[in-house]
């Protein structure tokens, strides 16, 4: 038996040497190992051994069965190594691989505007306030000095959600809940959508943007108006843009004046921007109505301010060349992505 536990022991080790894969060392177990395998069945067979020889067959045959386990097993843990191995060669990452370029978005031309615009009074110190679509009727209009009957209301028809709530129509709201907060210096800049009953063509929508400046301190003046507006236009598009002021009526300012850029295509002679009259209507403001600072406790006798509201739609479109203003809203991925 012993030299049968031997042999055994001998082609077992051979076997598991020459084994190509797992599933043959699987196989081995069994032949060897299994419940019915070689040493199975000699283990059985140790009953019909002398008693005095017992002992010792049974030493060698355990001894025979851990070593058969252990080379199986420690070919089986080299499979796996080598399996891992060759799995990480494959997945191996190339870092000095060049990245493909990626297909960037671009800013849409009305955020690049806005953008800018609140750089520029930004880095002059001005405040940034955040005001809200949804607005009440006091804030949208009558605390700007515009009463339920005032004409100046046709002009600016909005969205209404109850009697008393409505869909902001300019940006102009914010002044009111600033003066409401704060107390003289104020610099501020907001920007944002309004909303207004217009039909949609080349120069109108419904939905539109603004930005709204507002300051008041001591010593304001018209020039300091005049001063900013030239300034800020002339940045945006270009330093050889004249800036024109025309009286015009705002019920919140007193005076008020709409200002218009020269027309940056023709240069002021007259093309389809400017729809052959050489200026563009850019924005509206004016000196705060003194009754308005009255009302939110700034003295008018020692402060005074100015206000604009910016059409945003009108600067990006003289700025980059767009005769119709439903095309800032089409998405048009090829438009879009000239503007960077
Ligand atoms: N809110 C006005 C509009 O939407 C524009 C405007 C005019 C704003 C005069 C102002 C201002 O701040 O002072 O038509």
């Known amino acids: 038996m012993e030299t049968q536990t031997k042999q055994i022991l ?12 797992k599933q043959d060392l699987f196989a081995l177990n069994t032949k060897y190992l299994g419940k019915t395998g070689e040493i199975s069945n000699l283990m059985r067979e140790l009953k019909n051994v002398p008693v005095e020889e017992k002992p010792k067959m049974g030493a060698i045959l355990n001894e025979c069965r851990q070593k058969i386990d252990a080379e199986i097993r420690e070919k089986i843990q080299k499979f796996d190594e080598e399996e891992l191995n060759k799995k990480l060669m494959n997945e191996k990452i190339d870092v000095t691989i060049p990245v493909k370029p990626k297909n ?23 405040t940034v306030r955040v005001g809200t679509d949804v607005e009440t009727d ?124 020269s027309c940056p295509k023709c240069g002021g002679k007259g093309c389809s921007l400017c729809k052959g009259c050489g200026w563009i209507e850019v924005l509206g403001c004016g000196m705060v109505n003194p009754k308005i600072l009255a009302e939110h406790n700034i003295d008018p006798k020692k402060y005074a301010g100015y206000a604009v509201g910016v059409g945003i739609e009108r600067l990006a479109m003289i700025r980059f060349g767009i005769s119709d203003m439903r095309e800032l809203y089409e998405n048009d991925v090829n438009l879009l992505k000239q503007f960077k």
């Open 10 to 21: 001998q082609n077992a080790l051979k076997e598991i040497e020459d084994a190509k894969s």
């Open 104 to 126: 960037m978005g671009t800013m849409h031309p009305i955020s690049l505007t806005q953008k800018e615009l609140m750089d520029f009074f930004v880095k002059r110190g001005f």
């Open 138 to 261: 006091y804030y949208c209009f009558e605390a700007l000095n515009v009463p339920k009957d005032h004409p100046a209301r046709d002009m600016q028809d909005t969205f209404y959600i109850t009697d008393d709530i409505v869909l902001r129509t300019h940006t102009s709201a914010t002044q009111i809940h600033t003066m409401e907060k704060y107390k003289p210096p104020i610099k501020m800049v907001s920007t944002g959508q309004a909303y207004r009953v217009d039909e949609i063509d080349a120069t109108h929508s419904p939905f539109f943007h603004q930005l709204e400046i507002l300051v008041v301190d001591e010593n304001v003046s018209m020039a300091d108006l005049k001063g900013t507006v030239e300034e800020f236009i002339k940045y945006l598009l270009g330093e050889k843009t004249t800036v024109r002021l025309r009286p015009s009526y705002f019920p919140f300012t007193e005076p008020s004046v709409e200002a218009d850029a």
